[in-house]
């Protein structure tokens, strides 16, 4: 009892001499530990003495002591649990670096003897698995014994948590930190099996990674690595992306496709897998499967199960990668949120620049498209391409974008054609199409809206519009707006309309017009017309790009109001014109051609001469909306010419209501037509003669009215034709069987 009080003593003497006499309170506990040289707490003040006064080398030697003479004192794990924290953590300060540096003075022996007894103390799965990583990292060597062991430790914990996501703490350690030190000691034997399942993790992982949500930071920095997209199960947070149970600088991944590819090229070596052992890019990887597929019907065994797995694997890799890449581009909210947002989302349609052609051209092009079968009375019914070569097959289909609206328009095509290569690939043999079915079922793929978005387009663009309908029902399903993702740039409602006007364009393809005006008729109630001047410019510099295209190509359109509500036009018209120019009468169909027409003048023209020639065949033409909404003064000369004896005198029924069109005329009415046609034509910047007798035998409301229609020249079009959209929307619908 005695010395235990000895100690206390000397102890007690030591704390009181540190602060005003350090070397006297040193031979203090130097005297007390020789006298004692068992006893703890004189071995403990002294390391406290020196470990505070950051002495590292003397402070390392005390703790190395401590650890092999007192290895069972729980005030020993304590501290060293402080030093492993420390090495763990990202933190630079004073202390946790000193704490670094202390360690590094003790034998490597007895690091690993001390991480090794440290993680056995830890009952934490995460903080179990850092420690063994440190471990890990530090000796090499121990990767053989407890490499697999963390891992598979790691993926069972991920397993029990229920996590929904593939991006969390226990993959994201298992991915990063140890599958590279498990893959890379060549001294283990895995079996090819093990290395399958451990590459599809890190894929996974690493796609869930790079489609994440965006955070509020990220929009506004923009994302270092491109990787800024929304995956299920990974939220929108309004903080920096930080996985749960991680730091932010433990839970970013720079490079993740680069990352994934050096563990593919690792992975692809051990198991003997065909061709070059570096892999130099995904583009060559495909190449090379695409070579090794064409001998994989020879092979048999062994051989052929190594092949077959190496096909579905760097295929399936290159798959969601291009179609990331392509979605990236064309669906950019997913990606960068809508702060950050330049433009709308894209949309693939098909290409209407052959809209305003000859109907004979259109009639030529849709042979292609649709079969035709005669019925019992004569009508033609439109049968879908689906399942047929030409369309169906999609070959040598173009995809028209301007360039000067995206940029990078060559690297997105590209994207999207090496993603559907690699999904052909993945089809072209049953055994293959099952071993990716069977990863797809495990990543939950279904749920992936930015893969559905792929999926839909490559649908699409293959002609089988049927299809393309039923996945943009699903899409819909899996993209139901919540309240709170609502924005006031109106995001919600774009990415509605990219739907609708994506099924429209299907119905189109498919001849079923009035679907397709029903589907259109409801962007356009959601629109705002833009400026007239601004769309002109726009569409004057791609008409100069366009050139002459058959008819089954298609076009990524911007889906903004200033592209969005003249493609609706163009595609109503497209919509009309068949029925309108057939052996039998249809008024209304010719009429809403007319106003229709008025977009994009002078383009039309030609098919605008057209209706006038069957107008004159038929000898009358009645559409009581022409003054609500033709506008345009070269077709009101044509119309005002047909009632001319020069014109043939056709009778022209345009006035629903002559008492509300012709009341409370304005003083210019009373100046002869003639001349304010003239006018009109110089403010419209045409140079036809329109003096051809006009006046001449013309009924007064009808001239009032004709009259009252010039001074009307100088209207926004585009609202003019909106209005008619939104009035006229039944009448539309019910003109279209």
Not at 21 to 48: G, H, V
Not at 200 to 207: D, G, P, S, V, W
Not at 421 to 428: N, P, V
Not at 651 to 679: C, D, H, R, W
Request: hydrophobic fraction near 40%.
């Amino acid at each position: 009892m005695s010395a235990q009080k000895d100690c206390e003593f000397l102890v007690k003497r030591a704390r009181e001499l540190v602060s005003d006499d350090p070397c006297a309170a040193k031979a203090w506990l130097i005297t007390a530990r020789t006298l004692y040289p068992t006893d703890f707490n004189i071995q403990y003040e002294m390391y406290s003495i020196e470990r505070n006064a950051e002495r590292t080398a003397s402070a390392g030697r005390l703790l190395y002591d401590m650890f092999i003479n007192f290895p069972d004192q729980p005030v020993v794990w304590r501290e060293i649990s402080v030093i492993t924290a420390a090495l763990r953590s990202d933190s630079q300060d004073k202390q946790a670096q000193f704490l670094r540096a202390l360690f590094e003075t003790l034998p490597a022996r007895v690091q690993c003897e001390m991480l090794l007894k440290a993680t056995e103390q830890c009952f934490n799965t995460l903080e179990k698995a850092e420690m063994l990583l440190l471990l890990l990292k530090r000796f090499p060597e121990s990767v053989v014994q407890h490499g697999v062991n963390l891992g598979e430790t790691l993926l069972e914990a991920e397993a029990s948590e229920n996590v929904e996501s593939p991006v969390n703490c226990f993959r994201k350690l298992f991915v990063c930190d140890v599958l590279p030190l498990v893959i890379n000691n060549m001294d283990m034997r895995l079996p090819a099996s093990l290395m399958q399942k451990y590459i599809l993790k890190a894929a996974e992982f690493y796609i869930g990674y790079v489609t994440r949500g965006p955070s509020a930071d990220a929009q506004i920095q923009g994302s270092q690595d491109g990787a800024t997209l929304k995956s299920p199960g990974v939220s929108r947070g309004p903080q920096r992306f930080v996985i749960d149970g991680l730091s932010e600088k433990s839970s970013a991944v720079a490079e993740p496709w680069e990352r994934l590819l050096d563990i593919l090229t690792v992975v692809g070596a051990r198991c003997e897998w065909q061709g070059d052992k570096g892999q130099r890019s995904y583009v060559d990887m495909l190449q090379r499967v695409k070579e090794l597929c064409r001998y994989l019907l020879g092979l048999e065994g062994e051989t052929r199960s190594r092949c077959c797995s190496q096909v579905v694997i760097c295929a399936a890799l290159v798959l969601f990668r291009s179609a990331y890449l392509y979605v990236s581009a064309v669906q950019p909210s997913l990606f960068q949120g809508v702060g950050a947002m330049t433009s709308g989302p894209w949309i693939l349609v098909e290409d209407l620049s052959s809209v305003y052609s000859d109907v004979e051209v259109d009639r030529a092009a849709l042979k292609h498209a649709h079969k035709k079968r005669k019925l019992a009375d004569g009508r033609e019914k439109t049968i879908s391409s689906d399942d047929e070569e030409g369309l169906g097959k999609g070959r040598g289909r173009h995809i028209l974008v301007s360039k000067a609206d995206m940029p990078n328009w060559s690297e997105t095509l590209e994207s999207f054609r090496t993603a559907r290569e690699s999904w052909d690939l993945l089809h072209s043999h049953d055994g293959l199409e099952a071993e990716f079915k069977k990863i797809c079922a495990a990543w939950k793929t279904e749920s992936w809206l930015w893969f559905r978005i792929f999926l839909t387009d490559m649908i699409i663009y293959q002609g089988h519009y049927r299809k393309a309908l039923s996945s943009l029902h699903q899409m819909a399903a899996v993209q139901q707006p919540q309240p709170a993702q609502q924005s006031p740039t109106g995001q919600a409602s774009l990415e509605h309309h990219r739907a609708l006007i994506q099924q429209a364009s299907c119905h189109y393809a498919l001849g079923e017009y009035r679907m397709a005006c029903e589907k259109l008729l409801d962007v356009v109630s959601g629109l705002v017309p833009p400026n007239q001047e601004l769309t002109k410019v726009t569409e004057d510099q791609s008409r100069i790009k366009s050139k002459t295209r058959r008819g089954n190509d298609l076009r990524l359109l911007p889906c903004t109001n200033r592209a969005v509500l003249p493609f609706c036009l163009q595609l109503m018209l497209a919509c009309f014109k068949l029925r309108t120019f057939t052996d039998s009468r249809d008024d209304l169909s010719l009429g809403h051609v007319v106003v229709l027409l008025q977009h994009d003048w002078p383009r039309g023209e030609m098919l605008f001469l057209k209706a006038i020639e069957k107008i004159c065949q038929q000898g009358s033409f009645q559409y009581e909306n022409f003054f609500n909404y033709v506008t345009n003064i070269d077709m009101l000369e044509e119309f005002a010419y047909l009632r001319t004896p020069e014109g043939g005198r056709i009778q022209l029924e345009l006035l629903p209501n002559q008492g509300m069109l012709i009341k409370n005329p304005s003083p210019a009415l009373g100046v002869e037509l003639n001349t304010l046609l003239l006018q009109g034509v110089q403010t419209m910047d045409r140079h036809h003669t329109v003096t051809r007798g006009i006046t001449k035998g013309v009924k007064e409301d009808f001239r009032l009215a004709m009259e009252r229609q010039v001074s009307r020249c100088g209207e926004n079009l585009l609202s003019v034709l909106h209005r008619f959209c939104i009035n006229e929307k039944i009448i539309i619908i019910q003109s279209l069987p």
